[in-house]
């Protein structure tokens, strides 16, 4: 089984724009989270998909959004780049199990 | 929300020496689970355990769930170079796995001198 697969590997972004990652999960499962990882702050929770809707959600701004299409792929989107946006963003999918993880997207704002 | 205190925060050891490190909570867990990630890659699983006082072994990796259900601890045993890395422990509230009450600690970073 292939694993998880983020899209693009590393992205370069400047301040104000918007930037969409894309995240295929292992086939079949139907669970997709999504993490802001920086050395300062560790694994941030933003959201969690489930058969297309957002079934939890971490404490981020309104900037940070998701979705799930019916094929379980997912994407997110940030909106209004700030500096403090660079960090990994980790995918994660799951079966009714422990998280399996992309191996993310590097992203830098400048 | 849920915290974890992971420590070490680092480790500096020699190759060969063993490795403890743990995570400590305030509240109660019913699922830990231990990662680790590698330079460059996202966090792979290495042990998951599910019931207070479990022990289990993964190759030279060996957890367990702590009889409270508040911590868990991570020992490897003759470490060698390929075990650099950051090592991750995650506490759940429940037993379905998802990200539903999934907590993760700060993480340890092991690095080994040959």
């Known amino acids: 089984k292939a694993g998880v697969t983020q899209t693009p590997r590393y992205l370069i972004k400047t301040r104000g724009q918007q930037v969409t990652l894309s995240c295929s999960p292992i086939?079949?499962?139907?669970?997709v989270s999504w993490y802001q990882q920086t050395p300062g702050q560790g694994l941030q929770f933003l959201f969690e998909?489930?058969?297309?809707?957002?079934?939890n959600k971490g404490n981020f701004p309104g900037r940070f959004s998701g979705r799930q299409f019916s094929n379980s792929r997912s994407e997110m989107n940030v909106s209004t780049l700030e500096l403090g946006d660079s960090a990994l963003y980790l995918c994660a999918s799951s079966d009714n199990s422990p998280l399996h993880f992309g191996n993310g997207t590097r992203l830098t704002v400048t | 929300g849920q915290q974890l205190n992971q420590s070490p925060q680092s480790m500096f050891i020699q190759e060969g020496e063993d490795v403890s490190m743990n995570c400590t909570s305030s509240s109660i867990f019913n699922t830990w689970l231990w990662y680790k990630q590698d330079p460059g890659e996202g966090p792979v699983l290495l042990i998951a355990?599910?019931?207070?006082?479990e022990l289990t072994s993964n190759g030279r990796l060996t957890a367990q769930f702590g009889i409270t259900r508040k911590d868990s601890f991570l020992n490897i045993s003759a470490s060698i170079p390929s075990d650099v890395g950051i090592y991750f422990c995650?506490?759940?509230?429940?037993?379905?796995?998802?990200?539903?009450?999934?907590?993760f600690g700060k993480g340890t970073h092991l690095i080994i001198q040959p």
């Open positions: 086939s079949g499962h139907r669970s």
């Open positions: 995650a506490g759940q509230l429940g037993s379905g796995g998802g990200a539903d009450g999934l907590t």
């Open positions: 998909y489930f058969s297309e809707t957002q079934r």
């Open positions: 355990l599910y019931k207070a006082g």
